[in-house]
């Protein structure tokens, strides 16, 4: 894998989804693509949701990562672009209010104002970012509260600007953690969020674990001090909840 900067910035009027635009294309693009739609059409989440967004409000972009040979690069990775919304979102809103959550959501003032869903596809990984720039009304139902930067910071922002705020803060996010090897982005997600032995819960499909934060493995599963007996517990997915 080589680490470099996303240079190459290609914009799309409409797709499905510029993760799976990457997926099926990205194999024969430059490794230092990034790419913006306008407009998405089945936007995807995490753990098979949907994600949605507004024409001329949201952010869609992808971001490829070519010659990748370990397929758990793409959890590993994605933590550094968190770092990156978080860095970028900091320069407007009030940065004690942003808030990164396990595995990579950004949170203001407790809602959502970024989704990021990395997927492996043949030997890329595929970084997608949708962030909430403007006010919208969502069509489809949105199950849990989310934000937008305009409402975070009063300001109408124009969002060919936070793109290019994105790209960049990706590049310095890059250029001031990454050596070649991934094996430490966990633990600096861990160090930046700030989240060791925060209360928390934990909701996966069939149960619902109670506990304490103890810190990340460089896989970047999440380990919980469980409340009853005391026990640690990795957690490879589901939904967190900070309980403070
Ligand atoms: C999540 O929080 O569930 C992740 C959401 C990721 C959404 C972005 S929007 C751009 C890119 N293309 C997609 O289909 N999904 C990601």
Redesign the pocket.
Known sequence: MRMEKFSNVIELEKVD????YLKKYGRHMDQDTVLFAAE?TD????LG?N?Y?EKGKSI???FLIRDVYDNSDAVRLSFLFSIAVKMMLSKHIDHSKIILKWPN?VMVSGKKIC???SEYSKECVIV???LNVLDFIPEGEISYPFTTMESESGTAFDIENIKSELVQSVNQVFTRYCTNCTKDMPLIWFREAGIKDLPVTVNQKDKMIEGHIDSIDELGSLIIRKSSGGRKEKIFYGDVIYND
Request: no cysteine.
């Open positions: 989804s510029t993760n799976t998405q936007g995807k989440g995490r949701r994600w967004g869609f972009s992808s959501d989704g990021i869903l997608g970012i949708g």
